[in-house]
């Protein structure tokens, strides 16, 4: 596609529930990024991709985040057993590598209640 | 520990009224430093991208330099338009993912 989408926009979950949230890069692109962002910050690096590989997942606040890649495009963040401290904006950036070129999507906003 | 500062944290300013942002940095090694824009409820939009201190681009109102500690973001003239968060970001000669600053909100009035 033209840019990197992301759905849902918005997604209020009750605590305890499991959330999925899908990003789906720019066409080529071999890299992919999921950030969390929190009011008034700004982006903070979570799990990096290289095709289907998971190169990075240094970022990731605890074991109730998971995030795949399998076919090298399309990826999913996966949220277990929310807390209210995960309410956030969760951005999806793609790049076709090396240093430059990172394209983000609107994001979904995650709400714990 | 690599380290993006970015200042002011809010910036309030009348329509024309030029001024610059500041994003100061220390790491192991730079690899790109690079801005990027972001509205209420968007992602961020790149701006530019700097490699080497001395370099300098521009697009419209704005023009974006770097040296060896720090980067400015300068916007001439600005329009009510031009109001948004401005982020700056670095990457590190041995990464790949982009370290934020927290960003400068910047309001120009009519």
């Known amino acids: 596609g033209a840019g990197v989408s992301q759905s849902p926009r918005y997604k209020v979950a009750k605590r305890g529930q499991d959330v999925a949230l899908r990003c789906d890069p720019i066409s080529g692109h071999v890299s992919l990024f999921w950030y969390q962002q929190a009011l008034g910050q700004g982006p903070e690096f979570l799990t990096y991709?290289?095709?289907?590989?998971?190169?990075?997942k240094s970022g990731l606040p605890s074991d109730r985040f998971f995030a795949e890649r399998p076919e090298g495009s399309v990826s999913t963040l996966k949220i277990q057993r929310t807390q209210q401290e995960d309410s956030a904006v969760y951005l999806c950036a793609s790049s076709l590598g090396g240093a430059g070129g990172y394209t983000f999507g609107s994001g979904t906003r995650l709400t714990v209640v | 520990e690599d380290q993006v500062t970015q200042s002011p944290e809010a910036l309030r300013l009348q329509e024309g009224e030029s001024s610059s942002l500041n994003c100061s940095y220390t790491v192991s090694g730079l690899r790109g430093l690079f801005w990027y824009r972001q509205d209420p409820g968007k992602g961020p939009e790149f701006l530019f991208t700097l490699y080497s201190a001395g370099e300098e681009k521009e697009k419209e109102r704005l023009k974006a330099t770097l040296t060896k500690k720090e980067s400015f973001l300068h916007i001439t003239a600005p329009k009510p338009e031009d109001s948004a968060t401005y982020l700056c970001a670095v990457v590190v000669n041995s990464g790949y993912a982009l370290n934020f600053g927290k960003g400068t909100s910047l309001l120009v009035t009519p």
């Open positions: 991709f290289q095709n289907e590989a998971q190169l990075d």
